[in-house]
């Protein structure tokens, strides 16, 4: 689950691609639309209710433990 502030919304998709140079290619920018982003906020309350009930759940090695294997990139 990702959150992102609204203040950084608009250039999200663009700081994702440019702070990944070198580490991953995109065939396109991600994007977001006004609809997608409309329905994030109009779900916000929910989504961070979930997201605090499982926090303190879910550590970095659980997500190992469920993936498998840890992904090289991130080491």
Do not use: H, R
């Amino acid at each position: 689950m990702l959150f992102i502030q609204t203040k950084y919304f608009d250039n999200f998709s663009k700081d994702i691609v440019s702070k990944n140079k070198n580490k991953t290619e995109f065939a396109t920018t991600p994007a977001a639309s006004l609809a997608a982003k409309n329905e994030l906020v109009g779900l916000f309350e929910t989504m961070y209710d979930a997201y605090e009930t499982i926090k303190e759940l879910v550590s970095f090695q659980s997500i190992i433990d469920y993936i498998d294997k840890a992904n090289a990139f991130f080491e």
